[in-house]
């Protein structure tokens, strides 16, 4: 699990944080704070991560990165900690837009997709 702290890119995401699974990347996004914490078997760790870092959890959503995927679908925006009602998100997946694209801003802000 890491935190980015500098900008990598598509390459060093495949190459060193493809720990747990073969084809995607768990993370998680503040996107308060505009941080990313990537590479756990569930997104719940990366949330505790950002939580002990500082983060508030309501700032916190879940996302998948799809590194072989095109960059429009290298995001998918769905983990079991989007689930919250009192935040009108009533599914896994992010509902509002607005949120998607805060998030979608950040992870390219840390991640160069090159082709």
């Given amino acids: 699990m890491k935190i980015l ?4 890119t598509k390459s060093e995401l495949i190459k060193n944080f493809m720990t747990y699974f073969k084809k995607v990347i768990k993370a998680t996004v ?3 704070r505009e941080i990313i914490a990537i590479d756990a078997e569930l997104h719940a760790d990366l949330e505790e991560l950002l939580i002990k870092n500082g ?3 309501e700032d916190i959503w879940g996302i998948n990165l799809r590194p072989f995927e095109s960059k429009e ?3 998918e925006y769905t983990a079991l900690i989007n689930i ?3 935040q009108n998100n009533n599914s896994m997946e ?3 837009d607005k949120i998607k694209e805060k998030i979608r801003n950040i992870v390219f802000k840390w991640i160069l ?3």
Avoid: G, M
């Fill in 73 to 75: 679908n290298f995001i």
């Fill in 94 to 96: 992010i509902q509002d």
């Fill in 5 to 8: 702290d500098k900008k990598i």
């Fill in 84 to 86: 919250r009602p009192h």
């Fill in 55 to 57: 983060s508030k959890q």
């Fill in 113 to 115: 997709y090159e082709t």
């Fill in 30 to 32: 503040d996107i308060n």
